[in-house]
């Protein structure tokens, strides 16, 4: 499956999928609240989701009343990573205390066209919609009190006061998104 991918300065794709918490979720509602939204495709099993969770939810925690959400979907095959499945994304989030929507991207196609390659990828979008920034939380997935580049809380801070994000992409860290049929 050949990745098609959204574009810095390009509209996200807009997604309608279930969540942990028993609702569907839609894209446009959050644009709709937020003047920023991270959409970051990650998993259950993945040891570079496991590194980064503690972080991303403090990213929430620090972000969430600056008109900010961040919204984890996991895309992989359950067939293939049963751990991955939406029961056990339930689990995942109940014990870990997951502070933002976790939700099931069953089809794949959420991931498919963002063009998500890694668990985690970050894609920041702008309140318009218009994918800002992409790439990796961070430069360092081992240790939190190593990391010298804040890619994601730098990218967020600049959406949120309006200025240029600078780099708009980096190499996301982490698994392969787990694809049906390979």
């Known amino acids: 499956m050949e990745t098609i991918g959204t574009q810095i300065g390009s509209?996200?794709?807009?997604?309608?999928?279930?969540?942990?918490?028993?609702?569907?979720?839609?894209?446009?509602?959050y644009l709709e609240e937020f003047r920023a939204v991270?959409?970051?495709?990650?998993?259950?099993?993945?040891?570079?989701?496991?590194?980064?969770?503690?972080?991303?939810?403090?990213?929430?925690q620090?972000?969430?009343g600056q008109g900010f959400t961040l919204v984890g979907i996991n895309p992989n095959d359950a067939d293939q990573y049963p751990e991955d499945s939406f029961e056990k994304m339930k689990t995942f989030a109940r014990d870990n205390q997951v502070n933002f929507p976790y939700l099931r991207d069953v089809t794949?196609?959420?991931?498919?066209?963002?063009g998500a390659t890694k668990t985690p990828h970050v894609f920041l979008l702008n309140?318009?919609?218009v994918l800002?920034?992409?790439?990796?939380?961070?430069d360092r997935p081992e240790s939190a009190?190593?990391?010298?580049?804040?890619?994601?809380r730098t990218a967020?801070?600049?959406?949120?006061?309006?200025?240029a994000i600078v780099p708009t992409s980096t190499d996301p860290i982490g698994c392969s998104v787990k694809w049906r049929g390979r």
């Open 11 to 29: 509209y996200a794709p807009d997604f309608e999928i279930p969540g942990t918490d028993g609702t569907v979720h839609h894209l446009a509602r």
């Open 38 to 60: 991270a959409v970051v495709f990650m998993c259950n099993h993945c040891p570079y989701v496991k590194m980064y969770l503690d972080r991303l939810k403090q990213i929430q």
């Open 62 to 64: 620090d972000y969430q």
């Open 108 to 114: 794949q196609e959420v991931a498919h066209t963002f």
């Open 127 to 129: 309140q318009q919609g």
């Open 132 to 138: 800002c920034y992409n790439g990796a939380i961070d």
């Open 145 to 152: 009190q190593s990391v010298k580049q804040e890619y994601l």
């Open 156 to 163: 967020i801070a600049k959406i949120l006061s309006g200025e």
